[in-house]
């Protein structure tokens, strides 16, 4: 049988108060979906699917540019925390990650994702651009984490007004999200939301050249997870996003309802929200590939919109708490994780110790493991 993410109704939790029955089991629902699955979908009725469709054709134009333009939008110095990042310049931790590995290792031969263990880099490019506007009353220790945004010359009339429209449908649904969460996790509401108020949120769309890198069980993103609190996305035009749920082991193909059914995101859980939960929440572990669906629907597309770049765009978000939080694990849910041991996909590390250090910290420990700061 398919395996399906749970739907939070995000529209329940924004029209009705939060003692309301039903906003608490909504609430419940939701944080027991990021515990099980690591992900889920929220349906929103803000999201403006003419937004995102503006965002993709954007980013197909920009990313369908020449290697000498993209590489004037490209901040290496600032461990490509802004602007452009080429393709094969980010690496998947997980090559050469021993727990990771062993993660894969304890997966069913049929559920375990494309093979990384050749540790090339990912044939992606990306595009960050930072989304929080709000300036911290205090002197960050991270400046480089908090630089300014890169607008690239040839787009500047359309570039900010576009992403700034579906960054911020995008910000505040996984905004709510994380209010939800919290209030599921019998924390306050603002728990998370307090703590990321001077997060560098970044819209970070991925983009995959199809032309090139078109043919089934290419690897465009290696079998991962992400460094930040929650990530969300929203409709690409391409299947091939696999993500595996932490409880049962299986590879799930995420896919959205149709539109007919409501306007959906995408939300996953990430390392800083694993970490803040003492491991009570595990990063979601995904890929992006280049399966039978990708390349049916990159056919299609060929046919229809000929004259359209074929690259495949992720319309991501990634939510984070702010460089200068100090990040160590909220005492009750930690004692929540010690007494959770339905656990399979994770088993080996559920001992991990969730060392205390600051957001800024953790974030450049992980950019080093993925090669994008030395």
Request: proline share 6%.
């Amino acid at each position: 049988m398919e395996t399906t993410l749970p739907i939070i109704n995000l529209d329940l939790f924004l029209s009705e108060d939060q003692t309301s029955p039903d906003v608490v089991q909504e609430c419940k629902k939701a944080a027991d979906a990021l515990i099980v699955y690591g992900a889920l979908l929220v349906q929103d009725s803000r999201v403006s699917e003419d937004d995102n469709d503006r965002f993709l054709d954007l980013l197909e134009d920009y990313f369908a540019q020449s290697e000498t333009e993209l590489k004037k939008d490209e901040r290496p110095e600032l461990g490509y925390q802004i602007g452009v990042t080429l393709e094969n310049t980010e690496k998947p931790k997980c090559a050469v990650d021993e727990p990771c590995l062993r993660i894969i290792e304890r997966l069913a031969p049929e559920e375990r994702p494309l093979d990384i263990t050749a540790h090339n880099p990912d044939p992606k490019c990306r595009f960050f651009w930072k989304m929080n506007r709000v300036t911290p009353p205090y002197k960050t220790e991270y400046p480089n984490l908090n630089a300014p945004n890169v607008v690239p010359n040839e787009f500047k009339d359309t570039w900010e007004a576009t992403l700034e429209a579906w960054g911020n449908m995008m910000k505040n649904s996984v905004s709510s999200l994380a209010e939800m969460a919290a209030l599921g996790l019998d924390l306050p509401r603002t728990t998370f939301t307090d703590a990321g108020r001077y997060g560098p949120h970044l819209l970070a769309p991925t983009a995959s050249d199809l032309t090139k890198y078109g043919k089934q069980d290419t690897i465009l993103a290696g079998f991962h997870s992400d460094l930040n609190f929650l990530t969300i996305h929203g409709r690409s035009r391409y299947p091939g996003l696999h993500i595996w749920a932490r409880n049962t082991g299986k590879k799930i193909a995420v896919k959205f309802p149709p539109r007919s059914a409501g306007r959906f995101l995408l939300v996953q859980a990430g390392k800083q929200l694993e970490h803040i939960s003492g491991g009570l929440i595990r990063a979601g572990f995904h890929e992006v590939v280049v399966n039978a669906s990708t390349v049916q629907t990159l056919n299609e597309r060929k046919a229809i919109y000929a004259h359209r770049p074929s690259i495949r765009i992720s319309s991501t978000f990634f939510w984070h708490l702010s460089s200068d939080y100090d990040l160590k694990p909220i005492p009750s849910l930690a004692e929540r994780a010690k007494a959770y041991h339905n656990n399979q996909l994770g088993q080996e590390d559920d001992q991990h110790v969730y060392e205390p250090m600051k957001v800024g910290e953790q974030v450049l420990r992980e950019l080093r493991h993925i090669a994008l700061l030395a």
